[in-house]
């Protein structure tokens, strides 16, 4: 693996200034058990404080990965092989045409893991509104979205008033067996809130690791195999289809490099209250 490094040269150990470190895109992409190795790397070096703040930029191979509260009723009823992993959060997908990010920082203790997902959440939503995208925040579920139609004034799904819609009252009822019609890369369609980059982090000894999934021009149907984030009655979406055109991730890197910087070297990190 060739990391190349796109921050300016020579930043001081322990100081703000982000570094950023491109793992492998398109062809070059990064098997995930490979870069979750170098996130463990950077980590033990940022603890050291023998590296300043950095973030991990690429994309990976199709692979599947569960969090620490992934259900077995979300994971592919194929046995597509799943990599269970430390980070919080549950089960979602990575691949082509989606831009993975691994900031690797050091937060003052004791550690506030909610605002450190605000900041990812916030040079996000920055960075589709530089596109022309609105997005935001949904109460209770992290991430960036793209909101839906009010309920009422969405497409029935199956003939049936989306007030009985069988996701929300059916206890059993499973969206993986029951075709496109409940698929989450066809939320947009059904005029449904649909997640357009997901966090998931964890921090070990003060330092943050894992990060965020941002979908420029991916096949989303790789989503319909799970229960993408444990979430039923939402679904998925990707630059490129909420803009009509293609987005592809060498354009949206530097944007979300500049927008992070921004965020992250403007905030001043805070330890939790307590």
Not at 79 to 92: C, E, F, L
Not at 97 to 104: A, E, K, R
Not at 170 to 198: I, V
């Amino acid at each position: 693996m060739t990391a190349v490094t796109t921050s300016s040269p020579g930043p001081v150990p322990g100081s703000s200034a982000l570094a950023y470190v491109h793992l492998g895109f398109g062809a070059d992409a990064v098997d995930y058990e490979e870069a979750w190795q170098e996130q463990r790397r950077v980590h033990a070096a940022r603890f050291a404080d023998e590296i300043p703040d950095t973030c991990l930029l690429l994309e990976h191979p199709p692979v599947y990965t569960a969090g620490r509260r992934t259900a077995d009723s979300e994971r592919p009823l194929d046995g597509t092989p799943v990599v269970d992993v430390d980070r919080g959060g549950k089960i979602t997908w990575h691949g082509p045409g989606q831009l993975v990010g691994y900031p690797i920082l050091k937060l003052p203790r004791p550690v506030d893991v909610i605002a450190h997902v605000r900041r990812l959440e916030e040079a996000l939503l920055r960075t589709c509104a530089e596109f022309g995208l609105a997005t935001t925040r949904v109460e209770g579920r992290s991430g960036v979205w793209v909101l839906g139609d009010p309920v009422e004034q969405r497409p029935a799904l199956g003939g049936l008033k989306l007030d009985f819609d069988p996701r929300l009252e059916d206890e059993e009822f499973d969206p993986r067996l029951n075709g496109p019609e409940y698929a989450p890369s066809n939320a947009g369609q059904r005029r449904e809130d649909r997640k357009l980059a997901a966090i998931g982090v964890r921090i070990a000894k003060g330092v943050t690791m894992h990060g965020f999934s941002l979908n420029c021009n991916p096949d989303n149907t790789w989503f319909d195999r799970i229960v993408p984030c444990g979430i039923r009655d939402a679904g998925v979406t990707s630059l490129s289809e909420e803009l009509g055109r293609d987005v592809p991730v060498a354009e949206v890197v530097p944007v979300v490099e500049r927008h992070l910087r921004e965020v992250l070297e403007s905030s001043v990190p805070l330890p939790r209250a307590v």
